[in-house]
Antibody, heavy 122, light 114 residues
Framework: EVQLVESGGGLVQPGRSLRLSCAAS????????MHWVRQAPGKGLEWVSG????????GYADSVKGRFTISRDNAKNSLYLQMNSLRAEDTALYYC???????????????WGRGTLVTVSS | DIVMTQSPDSLAVSLGERATINCKSS????????????LAWYQQKPGQPPKLLIY???TRESGVPDRFSGSGSGTDFTLTISSLQAEDVAVYYC??????????FGPGTKVDIK
């Protein structure tokens, strides 16, 4: 089955760290750019970070630049998001998404996981 | 960064009637060399992740009912649901992939049954 499954979310205090994981299956993981997109409670979609198929290109939203680090392990069909110096405004459901397209970042997101919830609160 | 806006914020339509959602980008997302608009639409039902509906502004994803259609070019786009069904209650987002990163989404339009 073609799917993405996120894990690693939870309740964390402001200033602490968390590492999210996304396990991919059912497709050739290293053929595609991958992304993290988040959704604060009751809010819209916000792109967080993306990584090319070979990790050669990485990008971040300004809101997380310098605090979050995206990575992937193609041998394990896995995507990661290391989140440091977490803030209350990082509270959101974090989705892993696969990008279709032959460019560095891909184009549109044709496969999404169900998300993992990160709550930053003291 | 390209800013995406959508209108209306929400709308309520009777079953079987047409629903129209507008999306506007702060700059053109039409790539002149291939004449493609780098614009996608997603549907998000309550408690579910987003689902790709349309890409290249007007190409339906496989399995998407043909009552969903996308149109527009340059900076102005429309998602139309020709005959609203109960299962279409959702929030709809547009997204540009012309100038990335960042990938930017519209704020969403909530569609309900009247």
């Amino acid at each position: 089955e073609v799917q993405l499954v996120e894990s690693g979310g939870g309740l964390v205090q402001p200033g602490r760290s968390l590492r999210l994981s996304c396990a991919a299956s059912g497709f050739t993981f290293d053929d595609y750019a991958m992304h993290w997109v988040r959704q604060a409670p009751g809010k819209g979609l916000e792109w967080v970070s993306g990584i090319s198929w070979n990790s050669g290109s990485i990008g971040y939203a300004d809101s997380v630049k310098g605090r979050f680090t995206i990575s992937r392990d193609n041998a394990k069909n896995s995507l990661y998001l290391q989140m440091n110096s977490l803030r209350a405004e990082d509270t959101a459901l974090y989705y892993c998404a696969k990008a279709l397209g032959g460019t560095t970042w891909g184009w549109y997101f044709d496969l999404w996981g169900r998300g993992t919830l990160v709550t930053v609160s003291s | 960064d390209i800013v995406m806006t959508q209108s209306p914020d929400s709308l309520a339509v009777s079953l079987g009637e047409r629903a129209t959602i507008n999306c506007k980008s702060s700059q053109s997302v039409l790539y002149s060399s291939n004449n493609k608009n780098y614009l996608a639409w997603y549907q998000q039902k309550p408690g579910q992740p987003p689902k790709l509906l349309i890409y290249w502004a007007s190409t339906r994803e496989s399995g998407v009912p043909d009552r969903f259609s996308g149109s527009g070019s340059g900076t102005d786009f429309t998602l139309t649901i020709s005959s609203l069904q109960a299962e279409d209650v959702a929030v709809y987002y547009c997204q540009q992939y012309y100038s990335t990163p960042p990938f930017t989404f519209g704020p969403g339009t909530k569609v309900d049954i009247k």
